[in-house]
C-alpha cells in the first residue's frame, strides 16, 4: 500500500504580466495588429490584438535610441542594427547615435534593406537630425534613362507627371531640408523655426508651419502655444494633428488654420506626448506618453465627408500601459492614475484588445503619485492615497464600464502612506450586501507622513460633505500601513517607529501597542477568520519589519507568539492566505505569504513557524502582494515591472505524488512476481525503467549464478542477454553507470564483470561511443568518464588476479613437497587437486574484461 505523503505547499507560475514598453522610440504595422518598443537595451514586438510577445530582440549593451518598423513588419531596425527578430545584417554608415529612424513603404531609399546597402548621402545640416518623412510629389517627366529602382516605384499618373520621392528632414539647427531622391541633392531648405522641430511642421518653438510642396514657402503659421513633438496628416489632408508637451491630442483646418478641437486642459508632465503613431489604413491614432501609456483615439468625429467645425476631442477607446513599474496589483503604477486591468482569461475579445492584463479603465483625479491603495469586501469600491495629501473613495461597476470618485478626502498635511477599508462582508439578505454598488463601505482609515490617522464616515448620499470624525496623533515618525480587524472594531498602524498601535475602530484610542521589531514596521495585517484552522479561537495579527522578520501576535495579550527568519532584506507585504485543509493528512496551521526586497515570496506555517514554500520569479523589491481569499492563488508585483500570477499546486502535487507512490509499489510487486516466476527477462526490463540499482544487481547476481547457464550465454541465459543488447540510449548508459559503481567493490566486481562482457560484446565500438548521457545520473562528464572509471577498476581486478596466480606457484611447490613427503599414494590426489585449483583461475581471468 502507498505511504501517506505529507502535505508540502507548493506554488507555480501561472501567468505573468511584463512590460512592452520602457520610453524611447516605439513603431506600428500598418494593420496596426504588431507594435515595436523600446525596453531598455532591448526591442520588443508585441501583437496588440492578444497582449502576446512575438519576439524580443537582444541589445550589444547600449540603450536603443530610435527604431522603426516596415510597413510590412518584415524588418525592424534599431539605431545601427537592421533586423528580422535574428539579426539579418548590421549597417554601420554613422559615427555617432542614431537619433530617428523612418522607412518608406519600399524599403530601398538610403538603404536598401534587403541588399544590405547604403543608395544616397545627404550632407547639409549643421546640427543633429532629429526627423525625418518620405512623401512623394507630382514631378515632370524625365527623358533620361531611369534607375531601376525608379522604374520600380515611380507610378506614373498621366502623360505629363509622374510621382517623385522626397525626403523631408529636420535637425537642431532649426531648419528643414527637402530631398530630392532623384537627383540626390537638396531641392529646398526650410528655415522658419528657430528650436529642435518634428517631422516637416511642428516643433519645440511652440509653433505649427504649414509650406507650399511646390515653392517650400511659408503658407500658414499656426501659433500652438505648447512644445510639438508629433505631427501628421489625416481626412486625406484636410485635417492635420499635433501632441506635444500637454499631452493631447489637437486638430487642426489645413484651409483656415484653425483649431478644430475643443480646449483641452493641459495635463501633468509625465502626460506629454512623445510620439503620435498612424496609418492611413488605421481607424485611429496612437499617442505614446511620456509615462510610458499608448492611447488609442478613435477618428470616427472625422470621418469623411469632412465638415469644418468645432469637435469634442478624440474619444480615446484603449489604453496600454507599456510599464507595469512599482505596482500594486496592476492598479497602481506609481504614477498619478489608477489602471484597471482585465484577468478574465476566458475573453474572447481580442479584436478590441480584452486579453488577459489589458486596460479598461483608468482612475483620474490625483495630482500626485498614489503611495497606497485597498479595496473593501465586495471588490466594487477601491481607496487610495497619494502624496497630493488627499484620499480618494473610487466606486467600480464593471458590468456598465463606469469608473467614478466618489469621495475626495481633504484634510492631511502631507503625503498620505497608508490607507485601509474594512473587509468583513455586511449579514446577508440585507441591502449593503445585495446591492454593495449603492452603499460605500461606513468608513475608512487613513495614515498620513503628518504622523496622524484619520477616521472617515462614508455617506451614500453626500459624499461632498465627508469630514473625517476623529485624527488622532499615533506614532513618532511615518505611518507606512493600516488594516483593520475582520469584526471591523478595530485597526492597527505599522509605523518607522518600530511599533505597531492597536486602536478602537469607534473612539479611535489606542488600545494596545506592539513592541519588537529592531527596525521600521512596514505592513501589518489582522487574520481573518477564513485563515484560521476550524475550532481555532486565537486572534492573532502579522507584522513585517526592516528587521527581515515577520513576527505573529496575539491579540489577547499583545505578545509575540513566533518570529519568522528567512528573508535577507526588509519585509515589505503580508497576506494571510484562507485554511483549506486538503484531507485528514493536512496538518498545516495558519498560513502567511510575505514579499520582501530581497525579490521573493516566502510562505510559513504560523502554528510551526516552518517555511513551507519560497517563490522566485522578480528581481527587485516585491512591494505588492495579495492572496485569492477562496483558492490561495498569490500576486506579486515588484520593482522589475513584472507581475506574476503564482497558482496553489498544492492539491496537485499531493495527489501526484500519492499516484507516483502508488506506480511505485505496483511495480516493485510486479518485479518481484517476475524475479519468484524467474521471468528474468521482463524483471531485467522493468528494474532498468525504476532505475533501482540493489534490485537491478540481486536479478544480475541470480543470472550470473545459476547453477545450469544456457550454453552460449553471455550471461548466463539468452533472455537476459537478449534485453542487453536491445536497450536505448538512455538505458544503457544507465547501466554503464551502474557496472562502474559495482565495479569498484570486490564483492560486486565478478557479476558487473560478467554484465560488461555480455555487453561489450553486443554492440559495436561505434554505437557505445555514440551514447550520451541522457540525464545526471551518476557521472559528472559524458560517457568517457564513465569508462575511463570502469577501466581504471577493471585493471585493478586484473592485477590482484595475477597476483594470485603467482601466488598459486608456491602453493604448488608447498604441495609437490607435501606430496613427497606423504608418499607416492599422496601424488595423484595431490596433482588432481592443483589441477581443479588452476581450473578455477582460468575461470577467473576469463571473468576479467579489460576496457581499452
Not at 511620456?290 to 470616427?300: G, I, R, T, W
Not at 518607522?496 to 473612539?507: H, L
Not at 502579522?542 to 496575539?554: C, E, H, L, M, Y
Amino acid at each position: 500500500m502507498a505511504q501517506r505523503a505529507a502535505v508540502k505547499t507548493t506554488y507555480e507560475i501561472a501567468r505573468t504580466i511584463q512590460p512592452i514598453y520602457a520610453g524611447g522610440s516605439a513603431a506600428l504595422s500598418a494593420d496596426g495588429r504588431i507594435l515595436a518598443a523600446c525596453l531598455g537595451e532591448d526591442a520588443l514586438l508585441t501583437d496588440l490584438t492578444t497582449g502576446a510577445t512575438l519576439a524580443r530582440i537582444e541589445g550589444d549593451g547600449e540603450a536603443i535610441t530610435s527604431l522603426a518598423l516596415t510597413p510590412s513588419a518584415s524588418h525592424l531596425i534599431t539605431g545601427e542594427d537592421g533586423l528580422r527578430v535574428e539579426l539579418s545584417r548590421t549597417l554601420r554608415p554613422h559615427t555617432s547615435p542614431v537619433v530617428t529612424l523612418a522607412v518608406d513603404r519600399t524599403g530601398t531609399l538610403i538603404w536598401d534593406i534587403e541588399a544590405g546597402y547604403f543608395t544616397h548621402i545627404f550632407h547639409g545640416h549643421s546640427g543633429v537630425v532629429s526627423a525625418l518623412h518620405f512623401f512623394q510629389v507630382n514631378g515632370k517627366k524625365r527623358k533620361r534613362r531611369r534607375s531601376q529602382v525608379e522604374q520600380d516605384y515611380e507610378d506614373t499618373t498621366d502623360g505629363a507627371s509622374i510621382l517623385e520621392y522626397r525626403l523631408a528632414s529636420g535637425a537642431e539647427d532649426g531648419k528643414i531640408r527637402i530631398w530630392d531622391l532623384h537627383k540626390r541633392k537638396s531641392a529646398a531648405v526650410l528655415d522658419s523655426h528657430v528650436s529642435a522641430h518634428m517631422l516637416l511642421s511642428g516643433s519645440r518653438d511652440k509653433t505649427l508651419i504649414m509650406w507650399d510642396a511646390r515653392t517650400w514657402k511659408v503658407k500658414r503659421t499656426i501659433a500652438a502655444l505648447e512644445g510639438i513633438e508629433r505631427v501628421g496628416y489625416i481626412c486625406d489632408g484636410h485635417i492635420a494633428y499635433s501632441g506635444g508637451e500637454d499631452g493631447r491630442i489637437r486638430l487642426w483646418s489645413t484651409a483656415s488654420a484653425t483649431e478644430l478641437t475643443k480646449e483641452q486642459q493641459p495635463g501633468l508632465e509625465t502626460d506629454a506626448i512623445v510620439d503620435i503613431l498612424h496609418h492611413a489604413s488605421l481607424p485611429y491614432l496612437v499617442s505614446v506618453h511620456a509615462d510610458q501609456v499608448l492611447n488609442f483615439h478613435s477618428m470616427s468625429p472625422v470621418a469623411l465627408p469632412f465638415v469644418e467645425e468645432t469637435i469634442d476631442p478624440l474619444p480615446i477607446f484603449r489604453r496600454v500601459s507599456g510599464t507595469h513599474d512599482e505596482s500594486l496589483l496592476a492598479l497602481n503604477t506609481n504614477s498619478e492614475d489608477v489602471r484597471i486591468i482585465t484577468l478574465d482569461e476566458a475573453n474572447t475579445s481580442t479584436a478590441e484588445g480584452k486579453y488577459f492584463g489589458a486596460d479598461v479603465a483608468l482612475l483620474k483625479g490625483h495630482d500626485d503619485i498614489i503611495i497606497c491603495l485597498d479595496v473593501d469586501w465586495s471588490g466594487h469600491w477601491l481607496a487610495t492615497g497619494a502624496k497630493d495629501n488627499t484620499a480618494r473613495l473610487w466606486r467600480l461597476d464593471p458590468q456598465t464600464d463606469s469608473y467614478t470618485c466618489h469621495a475626495v478626502l481633504t484634510g492631511h498635511a502631507e503625503s498620505l502612506g497608508a490607507i485601509a477599508l474594512p473587509h468583513s462582508a455586511p449579514p446577508p439578505n440585507t441591502p449593503a450586501f445585495t446591492d454593495p454598488l449603492s452603499h460605500p463601505p461606513p468608513y475608512l482609515v487613513t495614515g498620513s507622513q503628518d504622523r496622524t490617522i484619520k477616521r472617515w464616515d462614508i455617506s451614500a448620499s453626500t459624499p461632498s460633505k465627508t469630514r473625517a470624525k476623529y485624527t488622532r496623533k499615533a506614532h513618532d515618525k511615518d505611518i507606512n500601513a493600516l488594516d483593520i480587524d475582520p469584526t471591523s472594531t478595530l485597526f492597527a498602524s505599522a509605523s518607522q517607529d518600530r511599533t505597531v498601535k492597536i486602536y478602537s475602530a469607534t473612539e479611535g484610542e489606542a488600545i494596545g501597542v506592539l513592541r519588537g521589531h529592531r527596525r521600521g514596521v512596514w505592513t501589518v495585517k489582522f487574520c481573518p477568520q477564513a485563515s484560521q484552522p476550524s475550532g481555532s479561537s486565537k486572534l492573532t495579527i502579522a507584522t513585517g519589519s526592516g528587521d527581515k522578520t515577520v513576527k505573529i501576535w496575539s491579540l489577547s495579550d499583545y505578545s509575540c507568539l513566533l518570529t519568522l527568519e528567512g528573508h535577507s532584506n526588509s519585509i515589505l507585504k503580508l497576506a494571510w492566505l484562507p485554511h483549506a485543509p486538503l484531507d485528514a493528512r493536512d496538518k498545516r496551521g495558519a498560513q502567511i505569504a510575505s514579499a520582501a526586497g530581497d525579490g521573493l515570496v516566502k510562505v510559513w506555517d504560523t502554528s510551526t513557524g516552518e517555511l513551507q514554500a519560497t517563490l522566485d520569479n522578480h528581481t527587485d523589491r516585491v512591494w505588492a502582494l495579495t492572496a485569492h481569499p477562496q483558492t490561495g492563488a498569490l500576486i506579486s508585483g515588484a520593482a522589475d515591472s513584472v507581475i506574476t500570477f503564482w497558482a496553489n499546486t498544492t492539491s496537485a502535487t499531493l495527489e501526484a505524488a500519492v499516484s507516483a507512490a502508488t506506480a511505485r509499489v505496483e511495480k516493485e510487486q510486479q518485479l518481484h512476481n517476475y524475479a519468484q516466476r524467474g521471468n528474468y527477462r521482463d524483471a531485467v526490463t522493468l528494474a532498468l525503467a525504476m532505475d533501482q540499482p540493489a534490485r537491478l544487481f540481486a536479478l544480475f547476481k541470480a543470472v550470473v549464478e545459476t547453477e545450469v547457464p544456457e550454453a552460449g550465454s553471455l550471461t548466463g541465459l539468452q533472455a537476459v542477454d537478449e534485453v542487453l543488447g536491445q536497450l536505448a540510449d538512455e538505458q544503457l548508459y544507465k547501466l554503464l553507470v551502474r557496472l562502474r559503481d559495482w565495479n569498484t567493490n570486490v564483492r560486486t566486481a565478478p557479476v558487473a564483470q560478467k554484465v560488461l562482457n555480455a555487453v561489450v560484446r553486443s554492440y559495436p565500438a561505434s554505437r557505445l561511443a555514440a551514447v550520451k548521457p541522457g540525464g545526471k545520473v551518476g557521472a559528472k562528464g559524458g560517457l568517457k568518464d564513465v569508462l575511463d572509471a570502469i577501466r581504471a577498476y577493471s585493471e585493478r581486478h586484473y592485477k590482484r588476479v595475477e597476483e594470485l596466480v603467482d601466488e598459486s606457484y608456491l602453493l604448488d611447490f608447498t604441495l609437490k613437497e607435501m606430496d613427497d613427503v606423504a608418499g607416492v599414494g599422496e601424488i595423484t590426489n595431490g596433482t588432481a587437486r592443483l589441477g581443479m585449483g588452476r581450473e578455477r583461475q582460468r575461470q577467473r581471468e576469463a571473468d576479467v574484461i579489460m576496457i581499452e
